[in-house]
């Protein structure tokens, strides 16, 4: 009988919404466990954060010096390390922070900032370990989660989603709400993944699937002005969930930086 892959999933800083794309597959995870065994899982009960394992799953982005030697132990235990959510894979919404403090920030937040030891700069995953894939998405969706697991299972290297959003509103025959409805729109420069969720509820994508690769953002950021948003709208827009990521973040500053030309 053949071993079961063994997994961990680890958390670091984060709102555990990735984690719980795990929790969510519901039946399907009871079958899933029957071929893997999950080593470390806090959220799910098994607690061995040192285990050596196949494959590790981090949630979280880099924001200590403790989560710096904390990620390095888990690239060393680790054969393969996939990152999963905005904040694994660019830092995520606490990553605004090394983009526009001030050095005001933690005494504007917290009672006794001095307590407080994070590092200068909010750091993604891959800038301090080999990360051997990336799921991205805030949170990631459960399909996503199973069509890599699946490949890994029989022996498959998985395949990146490269296609933007666009894409997937045309196959589900969604009306284009930047060039129909005029509608500010973040969907041809982010990377497909969500099934178009927000369009087919009406509004427009704002970005939470990261960039897609192979894009013009300032072609956007152009189109985006034609709409009548003002630069600061502009830079709103880049620089929300994966305002670390290239190119959303060059293109938000280059707005703001506008928005400061007399």
Known sequence: ???????????????????????????QLLALVQRIHIAHFAEMGPINP?????ISFVEGSISTAEEIERIQTI????????TIGACATSGGLQAL????????????VYASPQHIQSLALVKPVADLV????ELWGCPIDRAQLLY??????????PRERRDNLCVTCKGEQQVCHLVAHG???????????????????GRGCYGCYGP???????????????????????ARLFHGIHNNAEPFRQTGLTARQQDKTP
């Open 183 to 201: 509608q500010p729109c973040l969907g041809p420069v982010t990377r497909a993944g969500c099934g178009a969720l927000c369009p087919r509820f």
């Open 50 to 54: 040192h285990a050596k394992v196949d």
């Open 1 to 27: 009988m053949n071993t079961p892959i063994s997994v961990a999933i680890h958390k670091f800083t984060s709102c555990d919404g990735c984690q719980l794309a795990f929790l969510n597959l519901g039946e």
């Open 75 to 82: 690239r060393d235990n680790s054969r393969l390390l996939i």
């Open 130 to 133: 080999r990360v051997d894939f």
């Open 148 to 157: 890599v697991i699946n490949d890994l299972l029989l022996g498959v290297t």
């Open 97 to 108: 922070r090394n983009l526009y403090d001030d050095g005001g920030w933690l005494s504007s």
């Open 212 to 234: 897609a690769p192979s894009i013009n953002s300032t072609a956007l950021a152009n189109r985006l002005q034609g709409l009548g948003l003002v630069p600061e709208q502009i």
